[in-house]
């Protein structure tokens, strides 16, 4: 089942601007990763933060974990074209982290 | 370096028939291997998961099945397709004990 639910659902914003997106969570987790998808292609790894932390940067994200409220947040900063795609939130449970549960995603169009 | 391969990359058959999906991934031994499928517009569901040969965990009670024959190869198959198992089938591969999930470029199958 998806325990992850990233909000919104869809958004368009123009080049240049910021993009930020949410995901909240029900159980406590080892680590909370995110993922990009291009259409109809494979995911691929972003950025994990484990569940000690509570905000990680990787060039243009910016990744924040609150566990007290079971959510996290993503922000793309200076969006580009290239940055459109779905982004997905994924959790890793304490109990098997070989398991990660996905969310349904949020769809990020940027205009040139 | 490590790639993972999935194929076909397309496939259409008709409801009854049986269907075979393979996975390889090259640069690595013993990884952790992983079926998802994925809805049109959704996140991924978790099918099955292996952490060796010939073991398997099947998340979802379905009409699909995984087998494992080598220690880079991952296979998923179904004795009869039905409608329902439409959809985009990605197959990800984990070091182990590591947390990061890399994805190969999806199988896209219609059931018809």
């Known amino acids: 089942s998806q325990q992850g639910e990233e909000d919104p659902q869809a958004l368009s914003i123009q080049e240049g601007e910021n993009a930020t997106m949410n995901c909240s969570y029900k159980t406590s987790i080892n680590n909370l990763q995110w993922y990009r998808q291009n259409s109809g292609r494979g995911l691929v790894h972003l950025i994990l933060i484990r569940s000690n932390e509570r905000e990680k940067h990787s060039g243009r994200l910016r990744v924040t974990l609150d566990t007290s409220k079971k959510s996290s947040s993503l922000l793309i900063t200076a969006s580009r074209a290239a940055d459109t795609a779905s982004y997905f939130c994924a959790t890793a449970p304490r109990s098997n982290d070989y398991k990660l549960s996905f969310g349904a995603g949020t769809t990020v169009t940027v205009r040139a | 370096s490590q790639t993972i391969h999935q194929w076909p990359a397309t496939l259409v058959q008709p409801v009854g028939s049986p269907l075979s999906l393979e996975c390889t991934v090259e640069?690595?031994?013993?990884?952790?291997l992983y079926w998802y499928r994925q809805a049109a517009g959704r996140g991924l569901q978790l099918l099955f998961y292996?952490?060796?040969?010939?073991?398997i965990s099947s998340e979802v009670p379905q009409n699909l099945s995984a087998s494992r024959p080598q220690d880079r190869q991952f296979i998923l198959s179904s004795k009869k397709l039905l409608l329902s198992d439409s959809g985009f089938y990605l197959c990800a591969w984990t070091a182990d004990k590591a947390p990061l999930q890399y994805f190969g470029p999806g199988t896209r199958l219609t059931v018809t």
């Open positions: 292996s952490v060796g040969i010939g073991q």
């Open positions: 640069g690595t031994s013993n990884p952790n």
